[in-house]
């Protein structure tokens, strides 16, 4: 209720412009209209905020940060 | 159709929800503080949820000395003008209307009431979790007049343009206060408040984009970072800005790239373009911020409750007496420096805004600080 969360969710429906989203066991309903261009399909995460999804969270770009994290974290040890 | 995968594949749970390591964590602060260079870095952020995760990780005690990263006006319920609340209250106490708004905007306080007393006092005010109910609400009760306050940055105003294009019933209009960030970011460097860099917001940033913050970048020469919400990605968002500092450039990584693309939501973007006007704004605390706000155009004027209703808009951008959110919301003030903070303010009984959104930089502070122990000892 919060004005400015958005939290990650994962589709599990999709029936038009409304999806159903898992966010952390509790399902929810959201709106994809804000991502109708961003091919969301079940099994995709999503950042959702008041009830409209807002952006497909990618999951290549994801992996790339963690490896980004931990590259960091190498190069100082190495020095 | 290939099954989800499950919620217990922890790998890719992991992905989005963990992004927690410690030892990395102090990895990247050992780095920040050699690209820092024992140079003074002060960086501000310009986000509630960005200041929830600095404080509730204690990051501020992991940067090398020198390193600052304070909080700027990242609240959207903190920055809205005390005016704007008076008359909605009054808009609902005298004509009946039904004010929906979210949960964290009743306490806040206007000049004569906030919307919690308006309601205590018999007002229809009712908390929704976005503007699809307050308009289901309103399709529902077609005897009663429905009043949306829509408050909220660029990440919020997306939903409400999206529902006014599509034409929500005529018992419904809504109250469009919602503020535009990068000329707030703007504002805040013209007037030299001693900003080495930003880490840009990360909800924000997913409508805009990472690259609507290059041209402040470059003019004012001031590395900027778009950040999620982890230790490690509000860390390495810092480490950039040292490192650009160090390199002397001034561009905008984007560290949020799961999340935040360069040209941003083009559906949300066209939405707000297509409903709204940019407009000058108050922000509460700070003052007007040319081309900050947004209004409805003249298209959807039939949905604008000041337009409707003859509400003159209103300066109101005055904190109540003895609050000094002013001074938080431009980062030049910790909450425990307010003499107040704690003593007399704390999250049950508010002063200011900044101790009533659970994203003012107030609220946070004392939700880890110890003055609330003590504050509740008899
Ligand atoms: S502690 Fe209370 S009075 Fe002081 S600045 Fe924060 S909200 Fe305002």
Do not use: A, I, R
């Given at each position: 209720m919060e004005v400015c969360l958005a939290v990650p969710g994962r589709v599990t429906k999709i029936e038009g412009e409304k999806a159903e989203v898992d966010i952390g066991g509790i399902r929810r309903e959201a709106s994809l209209e804000l991502v109708s261009d961003q091919g969301v399909k079940i099994g995709d995460y999503v950042l959702i905020h008041t009830g409209y999804a807002i952006t497909k969270l990618d999951e290549a770009e994801a992996r790339e940060i963690l490896k980004a994290w931990r590259d960091v974290a190498r190069a100082e040890l190495e020095g | 159709m290939s099954p989800a995968?499950?919620?217990?594949?922890e790998a890719v749970v992991s992905l989005f929800s963990k992004y927690r390591d410690r030892d990395l964590v102090i990895k990247i602060a050992e780095r920040i503080a050699e690209a820092a260079g024992g140079d003074p870095l002060r960086i501000m952020h310009v986000c509630g949820t960005h200041e929830w995760a600095i404080t509730h990780n204690g990051l501020r005690d992991l940067l090398p000395e020198g390193v600052q990263v304070v909080a700027g006006p990242g609240c959207p319920v903190c920055v809205t003008p005390g005016g704007e609340i008076d008359a909605l209250c009054r808009l609902a106490l005298e004509q009946g209307v039904a004010v929906t708004t979210f949960g964290d905007v009743l306490r806040v306080p206007g000049y004569k009431w906030s919307l919690a007393e308006a309601k205590a006092s018999g007002a229809d005010i009712r908390v929704v979790y976005g503007i699809s109910d307050a308009i289901r609400m309103a399709r529902q009760e077609t005897a009663r007049d429905f009043v949306h306050f829509a408050i909220g940055f660029e990440t919020t105003a997306p939903t409400t343009a999206i529902e006014v294009i599509k034409g929500p019933p005529g018992n419904f209009s809504v109250f469009a206060s919602h503020k535009l960030i990068p000329p707030a970011m703007e504002y805040l460097l013209e007037s030299g408040a001693g900003i080495d860099g930003f880490i840009c917001p990360g909800h924000v940033s997913t409508i805009i984009g990472a690259d609507a913050y290059r041209d402040l970048a470059a003019r004012y020469a001031k590395p900027m970072a778009v950040a999620g919400f982890e230790p490690l990605d509000i860390m390495l968002a810092i480490l950039n800005i040292a490192l650009q500092r160090k390199r002397g450039v001034a561009e905008v990584y984007n560290e949020y790239a799961r999340a935040v693309r360069g040209p941003g939501n083009k559906v949300a973007l066209r939405a707000m373009e297509k409903a709204f006007k940019v407009t000058d704004a108050y922000w509460r605390g700070i003052g007007m911020i040319p081309g900050s706000g947004l209004g409805l155009r003249e298209d959807y004027i039939k949905y604008d409750t000041a337009a409707k209703y003859g509400i003159a808009a209103s300066g109101g951008e005055r904190m109540p007496e003895g609050c000094s959110c002013g001074e938080v919301l431009l980062g030049t003030l910790r909450p425990e420096e307010c003499p107040l903070f704690g003593r007399?303010?704390?999250?049950?009984?508010?002063?200011?805004?900044c101790m009533v959104s659970i994203e003012g930089t107030c609220a946070i502070a004392f939700k880890y600080s110890d003055l609330k122990l003590r504050s509740r000892r008899p």
């Open positions: - | 995968p499950s919620l217990k594949d007399g303010c704390n999250p049950e009984q508010p002063v200011g805004p």
